[in-house]
Every structure is written in structure tokens, then in C-alpha cells.
Antibody
């Protein structure tokens, strides 16, 4: 079964750090571009960033609101994706989803695999 | 900066056709996709590459994309289709989502 399972969310003070993890299974993780998407309470979806495959250089890209504060990494041996979040702000409070496209189905430009999300609350 | 604009809400009667638009400059030059999200659930891809349906998505869901507007159409709308819908596209190696449309079936 294709699955993404996020973990690591919690309550953190402004200015603090948190690392989220995403465990992938059921597909060839090393072939997949991986992204993080977040959703603030009662708000819409917001793309956070992505990482390419290692064979493509493992290049990362980030949305403007998180650039310079967040970083994405992957461990293809463990089938794990990470989101390191530093200098957290109250506006970073959101449910964070790990998402990708199934490399076999190969949909172009869309995400057809989503995790259940992990909640991050930034508050003093 | 580039934006994808959706109407905040759309209402439709059961059995009728619902259309949800997504507008962006020259959006028709890029692939657009659509997600359905019900309360407390993760998003589900319902249309990709403008017009294609993933396996398991009912035929009543269809899409189009031309000019500056992508459109999600739900024919014969059912109560179970009540949800938030988001359009999405890639721009310069980044991903943009529309603000979302709440579809009410009444």
C-alpha cells in the first residue's frame, strides 16, 4: 500500500525549531520528487517546498515565506523525508502534509499521494 | 507575483452541474490540477493534466484549461461532492494553489 506518514509536530515557542519527518512506503521513494504542503487552521493549502531526486542533484526549492528558515532533506536508504523548521513564527502554525506523485502512475504536475498531516503550533 | 484566483464559494442543487473556475495569467499554457478536500481529511487529486481523472474518481468530474482559466466541472452533483476544491499549477519550479472554493450542495 502506498503510504506517507508524517510525525514530529507539536507546540513550539516563536523563534524555536522543529523537525518534521515523513515515512514513505509502497513506492520507489528514491524516484520521487517530494514536497511539503501546509494548511493553517481554517485556511487553504500552501506549498512549502520540494526536493528533487538524488539522481537529479537533490535540489530544493522553497516558498517565499519560509525561504531561509526551512530546509528539506531526504534519506533514500530509510525512505524518509524531513522538514527542518527554524526561526518559527506564529504564522507557521498549520497542519503540515508530506506529498508526492506516484513515480509509476507518473501524473504530471500534481500530487496523488498525501499523508494525514502533522500539526505544528507556534505560540508563546 | 503570480496568483491563482478561485471564487470563495459555489452552490449547486443536487443533480445539477457545478463549475468551479481558477484564473491566472496564461494558465492555459501550463497543466492545472484539482483537489477535493473534505473536513478533517487530506486532499484528494480529482483532475490532473487539465482533463485527466485518476483511477477511482467518478466520471462526473471533468476539467478543462484554456487561456487564463481552468475549470472543474461536476456533472450530476451529489451530496457527497460537498467539499473544498483547490486548483494547483507549477510556475518556475514552484507550486501555486488557488485559494480554494467551498462547494455547497443544497
Amino acid at each position: 500500500e502506498v503510504q506517507l506518514v508524517e510525525s514530529g509536530g507539536g507546540l513550539v515557542k516563536p523563534g524555536g525549531s522543529l523537525r518534521l519527518s515523513c515515512a514513505a512506503s509502497g513506492f520507489t521513494f528514491s524516484d520521487a520528487w517530494m514536497s511539503w504542503v501546509r494548511q493553517a487552521p481554517g485556511k487553504g493549502l500552501e506549498w512549502v517546498g520540494r526536493i528533487n531526486t538524488r539522481s537529479e542533484g537533490g535540489t530544493t526549492g522553497y516558498a517565499a515565506p519560509v525561504k531561509g528558515r526551512f530546509s528539506i532533506a531526504r534519506d533514500d536508504l530509510k525512505n524518509m523525508l524531513y522538514l527542518q523548521m527554524n526561526s518559527l513564527k506564529t504564522e507557521d502554525t498549520a497542519l503540515y502534509y508530506c506529498t508526492t506523485r506516484d513515480p509509476v502512475r507518473g501524473v504530471i504536475g500534481a500530487f496523488d499521494i498525501w499523508g494525514q498531516g502533522t500539526m505544528v503550533t507556534v505560540s508563546s | 507575483s503570480y496568483e491563482l484566483t478561485q471564487p470563495p464559494s459555489v452552490s449547486v442543487s443536487p443533480g445539477q452541474t457545478a463549475s468551479i473556475t481558477c484564473s491566472g495569467d496564461k494558465l492555459g499554457n501550463r497543466y492545472a490540477c484539482w483537489y477535493q478536500q473534505k473536513p478533517g481529511q487530506s486532499p484528494v487529486l480529482v483532475i490532473y493534466e487539465d482533463t485527466k481523472r485518476p483511477s477511482g474518481i467518478p466520471e462526473r468530474f471533468s476539467g478543462s484549461n484554456s487561456g487564463n482559466t481552468a475549470t472543474l466541472t461536476i456533472s450530476g452533483t451529489q451530496a457527497m461532492d460537498e467539499a473544498d476544491y483547490y486548483c494547483q499549477a507549477w510556475f518556475s519550479n514552484t507550486v501555486l494553489f488557488g485559494g480554494g472554493t467551498k462547494l455547497t450542495v443544497l
